[in-house]
């Protein structure tokens, strides 16, 4: 029998600030790696495209944290940041029946007809926030469009969907950010638990005692229709994952492609000249080129699993790298990493795959494609207030954007 070789490892660095190179490190140095995460905690990565969209499919590879050995036998700090992306009593973090069961009352509810009718209302959103964007920016005319534009907006569209009440709505986003952010401390990760647990509490209450039309009213509506009811924890962390998940990941979307349109003047000019479908390529080609998801957090196998001729153990960790198969050269050929709105190469997996594959693309295409033709067209002059490199990465594994996105509007701002 053939030894098999100890696979390299690659320190993930938080800064997030090189994950497209990152990435290619990762897959110079073979298609099954381990990946050292921060706090030192090791988790095996696929880089290869083909074989991670296999590998999310197998049904021996479940989202089931409760089968993490490392995490069982306590080797896993309780405080690791982390854990709250992964430590979940959601669909995220089911599998099999148990992912039905906390799955299908969202499929139910978060229908393409839920979200088609808020077109209207994000239309409205949308045009308030492009009025009062001139009148926001600096002494030197910068305006920070990730700021000002990109962050509130889908925040309110999720908030208004689930029915938070307004004035919780800022609180909600401090909440979110210290979770995605990679530096939070285990005092602020602990803090964040309880508060948001109390602030669904109080929801829950309202809308049981004057059900309203929101998704949580829908959902505590047919609770129980399909079989075994979620319990108020399942429901709260579904309803926290949708914030989490529909907030940070299209915040990301409208920066990342605006950036990418604003630092490629020949496919900006492709959307010039183009009709309303050409969006739907910059949607795209931004999902693929600059996906919104960095290294996704995590898969276990519930047995061993063999991969490119390496045998994952039972019990192991698998970090799933969205970002970086999106750019792997044997998908993409050996311009992947060039931003290219034609590309015909079809498919990626910026939503990732498998049974676990996200619930979200409609609202954030419908998102996007209402915000960015309508950024662009009110101003057609708007260019980076600064160098591409001299934008800083958000500070993350798993989320893939820039913390600021500063502009100039041009001339259109004064009119
Ligand atoms: C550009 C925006 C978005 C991106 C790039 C994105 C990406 C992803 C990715 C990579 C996953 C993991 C899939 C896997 O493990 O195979 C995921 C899961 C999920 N996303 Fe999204 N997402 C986006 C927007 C949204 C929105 C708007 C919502 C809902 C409001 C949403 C809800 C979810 C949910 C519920 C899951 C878990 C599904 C499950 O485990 O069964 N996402 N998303």
Redesign the pocket.
Known sequence: MVAETVPPVIRIDPSGADRHGEAARMREAGQVIRAELPGGVQMWVITDYGLLAEL?ADPRVG?DWRNWDALSRGEVPEDWPLLSMIRLN????RDGGE?RR??RP?TRT?TRNRVEALRPRIGEIVARMLDELPALADADGVVDLRKHYAYPF?MQV?CE?IGVPEEWWPRFRQLIDTVVRADTTAEEYMATQQERHELWQKLFAMRRAEPADDLTSALLAINGEDGEPLTDEELED?LW???G???E??I??IVNATRALLTHPEQRAKVDEGGDEVWAKVIEET?RFD???GN?PA?FPTEDVTVAGVTIPKGEAIL?P?SGVNRDPARYGEDADQFDIDRSAGKH?????????????N???L??AIALPALFARFPELRLAVEDDALTAVPSIFSNSVVGLPVFLGAQAQA
Do not use: D, Q
């Open positions: 999310a989202r959601n669909a995220m973090a992912h906390l799955r969202l978060f889908p999720i969907l579904t994952m949708l914030i998940a529909g907030h990941t299209s990301s979307l999902l996906s919104p998801v996704f898969r799933a969205w997996m910026a939503f990732g795959a498998g049974p676990h594959v996200c619930i979200g693309p609202l954030a295409r998102e996007a």
